[in-house]
C-alpha cells in the first residue's frame, strides 16, 4: 500500500478480519515506524495515522496493477487548512477554462 503526499505511521497490522474492540488496544501510539508504502499481510490488515495537512488529491494504492481493478485503492480529498503552507494557491488568471 502506497499514499502519495504523505509520510504516515504504521500503528498496527494483523491477519484476518480487524477487531475494532480488540485490535486497537495493540497498536503502537509511542513509536511507529514512519513510512511511506507498507506491506499489508496476505487476507490481513494496516492501521496508519497521518495528519492530513497537504492540500490536494491524494491516491492511496496497492502497487500491484491488478488489485487496482479489485478496488485496492481511494483518494483522500484534503481541503486548504490555515496559513499559506495548508492552502493550495488558485488557478492564475489566464488558465483557459474546460
Request: net charge negative.
Amino acid at each position: 500500500m502506497h499514499l502519495h503526499g504523505y509520510d504516515f505511521y504504521v500503528v498496527g497490522q494483523g491477519f484476518g478480519n480487524y477487531n475494532p474492540k480488540t485490535d486497537p488496544l495493540k497498536f503502537n501510539l509511542v513509536d511507529p515506524p514512519q513510512r511511506n508504502t507498507v506491506i499489508a499481510p496476505v487476507s490481513g490488515w494496516v492501521a496508519i495515522r497521518f495528519k492530513a495537512d497537504n492540500p490536494g488529491v491524494w491516491f492511496l494504492h496497492c502497487h500491484l496493477d491488478d488489485h487496482l481493478a479489485w478496488g485496492l485503492n481511494m483518494v483522500f480529498l484534503v481541503k486548504n487548512g490555515h496559513g499559506p503552507l495548508a492552502t493550495l494557491e488558485p488557478p492564475p488568471a489566464d488558465l483557459p477554462k474546460c
